[in-house]
């Protein structure tokens, strides 16, 4: 059989192209190497623009509610503040991913523990969507280039840490930052992002998870319990020469990953994906470059200017203080957060 798309991965990028090409009335083949439910390392975090698109594609995932973000500095400075509209949510991936790849609905074949071949699947479009070490970067046109400063993420979920489970909280100290959000019932989902030559030593990542636990957060761990497995990625934000050649379209990781710092990976992995689906039904791929790179710039710019922040302790400390003496500066970081326009006003104003 001859479809007109393959899109090659099942994850959440993979599973929105496939649903919202299957809706268009295009037949699809969805082939994923993995079976689902399965984990994957994750900052787990959707942002309210995120979420507001899966709730726009008829899509209501039970994720848990978080209101706003609240950052420490390493110094101890705490700022918070809500969403300047709607809620994000936190979501187990193993858990979100199966819903997605069950919700892909009409005209969409599903191949599930499947790798990809080219003559097995013939199709008009292939829709790469397999990840930071995607296949598809053996081609020249779609060459990835891995940041100049390598960083190193783990993740995972724990019982008997005490933590905001009305908000996402970023906690930064010398060497990187510990993510943390609500998870599944009591759960707590951490994911502690370093630069590499800060990792701590360990036999394992649950050791080094811990020790940087009982350490950044004193007070707050208690009897400390895994309960999932901490899965380790490296390395953090990856560029790609380019995200579309007919017939191939990357989305997601494969067309490139922002530092998960600023929790936007799934939130753009969705809306871009949304955008390839209607580039690839339109015929005409030249409008999804520019499109995805627009969706990407806010975070991207996030990105830049929080590493930067974050790798040097004194001026961590000042922008947190900044953060929690104006409200309104704050207000419009988030508000570039979770998808408004970027303010290079914004970041004179933070940084002097």
């Given amino acids: 059989m001859t479809y007109d798309v393959v899109v090659v991965g099942g994850s959440v990028a993979g599973a929105v192209t496939a649903r919202e090409l299957g809706r268009r009335g295009l037949r699809v083949a969805l082939v994923e190497k993995a079976r689902f439910p399965r984990l994957k390392p994750c900052g787990e975090g959707l942002l309210p623009h995120g979420a507001a698109a899966l709730v726009g594609m008829g899509l209501r995932y039970p994720g848990e509610p978080v209101r706003g973000l609240r950052f420490v500095s390493p110094s101890g400075i705490v700022a918070q503040a809500d969403f300047p509209w709607g809620r994000g949510m936190v979501v187990r991936r193993d858990r979100f991913d199966e819903f997605l790849l069950r919700s892909v609905g009409p005209n969409v074949d599903v191949f599930e523990g499947t790798s990809y071949d080219p003559r097995r699947f013939p199709a008009r479009w292939i829709v790469g969507a397999d990840g930071v070490r995607s296949q598809f970067h053996r081609r020249p046109e779609f060459r990835a280039r891995p940041p100049r400063h390598v960083r190193v993420g783990l993740s995972t979920h724990v019982r008997g840490l005490r933590i905001d489970r009305e908000r996402v909280e970023v906690v930064l100290f010398e060497g990187g930052e510990i993510y943390l959000g609500p998870s599944h019932g009591d759960e707590a989902l951490v994911a502690c992002l370093y630069w590499k030559e800060a990792l701590p030593r360990g036999a394992s990542g649950e050791e080094r998870v811990r020790k940087t636990l009982e350490v950044r957060l004193p007070g707050r761990v208690g009897r400390l319990e895994f309960t999932s497995p901490c899965l380790a990625l490296a390395p953090l934000g990856l560029a790609v020469n380019g995200v579309a050649r007919d017939p191939v379209v990357l989305v997601g990781d494969a067309a490139g990953t922002l530092d998960p710092l600023t929790g936007e990976g799934m939130s753009l992995a969705i809306l871009s994906a949304r955008a390839a689906a209607d580039a690839i039904a339109s015929g005409d791929l030249r409008g999804y470059p520019p499109r995805r790179k627009a969706l990407a710039a806010g975070a991207e710019w ?49 940084v002097l």
């Fill in 302 to 350: 996030l990105s830049r200017w929080m590493l930067r922040a974050a790798r040097r302790p004194k001026v961590a400390d000042r922008v947190v203080a900044a953060l929690a003496d104006r409200p309104a500066l704050f207000a419009r970081l988030l508000d570039i957060a979770t998808g408004g326009r970027v303010s290079y006003v914004a970041l004179a104003r933070l």
